[in-house]
């Protein structure tokens, strides 16, 4: 601990993280070096960690201070995804013009009045971070969102709050101290909004600490915080994962369930509320679906829902993939999937295939032994897919995975590819 640590807080260092590019730079680099076992093990939902020993400018390839006008002036953010806060709350001036676009030089003149200037959204419209993002999805398979802050020097950033998802804070450049009190509420619903407390209402602090560029502090949801800049500026990204919850999963398989039972689309009975016999047979209702659904609720639909949520309805970063579509692929042309790709195996009675970030493919049993190499395979080449496939057959499965997204040229693997 350094002398601005107190209190119950776990810090762990390691003096081996080098640096590395942004694409490089995935969950277990956070996390350093702990395993993902022992952080969900002993720490995911439960308390606060601080994680030190990368070099000081290790964040910074994935957004630093030099971005932030950038990010603004050809992004555009608009109203929720450009925020200036002071403590006493949301900067209400009007920073942006007739066209939704922000005025740069307000925005310079907040900021050097004191207020906290918060970049949202960037796992949409940042690449570094879209791609980041999706690793880090790809390994928690829970949905990821991204903001960035700027403190002036010696100020505070949002006021004392708690927040709905996990937060993972990655200091990229200055120092902010921070404080933590113990959660008013365990587990608060996962709403993606942040919730102010008044002062008078904080509890004794649970811990303070000092974040310094390279560190990482994380924050289970409902775990009351605030942070102060030092004597200069301080640029922090915040990993926000909105966790998808059991709730979530049940819903998800009765939501399947419906769609198959129409017993569970029938309305309820006209005048529940008031009419005694409507109360009766809601009554009977109730139980005869709670009687179906141990034998019907699925766990594989819930799956499928939270597949098509995360993965399917979201397509990859861009990479030029348009180039890709008119490629000659023979046999022997080795493939690899795209950067930061999510997949899925699909294999159901008679049928294979996979799920992959931003579409599918569900096609005849005799492709499933195909998918999952091509699902584990680091590099792919055509001639090498086993389960019997004729040479037309392989040449077919690869040449419409280029097509519908997931497969691209291995000719030039990256860095990330390589690990």
Known sequence: MTAKETGALEVVRDEKIEPKRAGEIGFGDLIAPLTPDVFFSEYWEQKPLVTRGRARGFFAPLFSTQDVDRAICYLKPGPGRLDLVTEGGF??????????????????????KGSTVILSGLEETWETLAVF???????????????????PPNHRGVQPHFDTQENFILQVEGVKHWKLYPPLRELPPVEGSYMPVPREKLPAPLCETELHPGDMLYVPRGFVH??????????HITVDVHVRTWHDLLSDALAAMAAREPTLRKSLPPGLLSNDRSRASLEAGFRELMGLLPHEV???????????KLIVSRPPPPDGHFAMLHA?????????KRAAMLTRLLQEEGLGGIQFSGNQILGPAKIAEATRY???????????????????????????LVR????????????????
């Not at 993002?133 to 403190?151: K, W």
């Not at 699925?298 to 098509?308: F, G, I």
């Open 133 to 151: 993002s999706r690793r880090v999805e790809g390994l928690l398979s829970h949905p990821v969102a991204i903001a960035v802050y700027l403190t």
């Open 298 to 308: 699925r766990l594989s639909d819930a799956l499928n829902k939270h597949a098509e």
């Open 226 to 235: 605030e942070a102060k800049a030092a004597d200069s500026a301080s640029l």
């Open 328 to 336: 000659d692929i023979g046999l022997n042309t080795p493939l690899r």
């Open 374 to 400: 091509i699902d584990e395979s680091r590099v792919v080449v055509p001639a090498h897919l086993p389960g019997g496939l004729s040479d037309n057959e392989k040449l077919v499965l690869v040449r419409r």
């Open 404 to 419: 519908v997204g997931l497969l691209t040229l291995a000719r030039e693997e990256s860095a990330e590819d390589k690990q």
């Open 91 to 112: 900067v209400r001036d009007n920073f942006l013009g007739p066209d939704g676009a922000a005025n740069i030089n307000l925005v310079y003149e907040s900021y050097l």
